[in-house]
């Protein structure tokens, strides 16, 4: 079960920006880094976003993370048609002693 | 290039075994931790089950724990899941995919998946 909440979808027209959030707890995203994972059609996930805004060679700038507390969002600036996709938030969670995924949220550009 | 590729997915009954496997390529495999993640049909992301690097420390889901056991071997790079008593409910997706540990660590790369389905 998912333990990360998010909302189940978002979209915006292209250049538009667009935030998703993730909610969780102390076990997990309070006491631990947020990763974010996208995942195209058809296509395995791919890291996105790690460790406060680090992202993997290839991924633009675009892409941008912050955590306050329990909560985190992912933030998608000057949207793209390219960037529809699912995206998930991730965390380890000490109390579980296991990774615990976002509910993931689909994302339309319209 | 590194490279992440999973086989032994199939149709197997409910209660059945599968073993699945993960060929690893272009790391050094025996310094990764490693991980398994499945998604259900329309479903998101569900972790499996961890195994460190020498294999020290091995971490499972509650949803799988008692039933699948992760495993690897070094010398030939692979990754493997056996998975035992299975339940219409495993029917997923498997992806295998590594880490540098576990805990504050990334999931990078991820393999293509292998379906496995439990049915009747």
């Known amino acids: 079960q998912s333990v990360l909440t998010q909302p189940p979808s978002a979209s915006g027209t292209p250049g538009q920006r667009v935030t998703i959030s993730c909610s969780g707890s102390s076990s997990n995203i309070g006491s631990n880094t947020v990763k974010w994972y996208q995942q195209l059609p058809g296509t395995a996930p791919k890291l996105l976003i790690y460790?406060?805004?680090q992202r993997p060679s290839g991924v633009p700038d675009r892409f941008s993370d912050s955590k306050s507390g329990t909560s985190a969002s992912l933030a998608i600036s000057g949207l793209q048609s390219e960037d529809e996709a699912d995206y998930y938030c991730a965390a380890w969670d000490d109390s579980l002693k296991g990774y615990v995924f976002g509910t993931g949220t689909k994302v339309t550009v319209l | 290039e590194v490279q992440l590729v999973e086989s032994g997915g199939g149709l197997v009954k409910p209660g059945g075994s599968l073993r699945l496997s993960c060929a690893a390529s272009g790391f050094t495999f025996s310094t990764y931790c490693m991980n398994w993640v499945r998604q259900a049909p329309g479903k998101g992301l569900e972790w499996v089950s961890s195994i460190s690097y020498s294999s020290s420390y091995i971490y499972y889901a509650d949803s799988v724990k008692g039933r699948f056991t992760i495993s690897r071997d070094d010398a030939k790079k692979s990754l493997y899941l056996q998975m035992n008593s299975l339940r219409a409910e495993d029917t997923a997706v498997y992806y295998c995919s590594r880490a540098a540990g576990i805990g504050n660590y990334s999931f990078d790369p991820w393999g293509q998946g292998t379906l496995v389905t439990v049915s009747s």
């Open positions: 460790n406060n805004n």
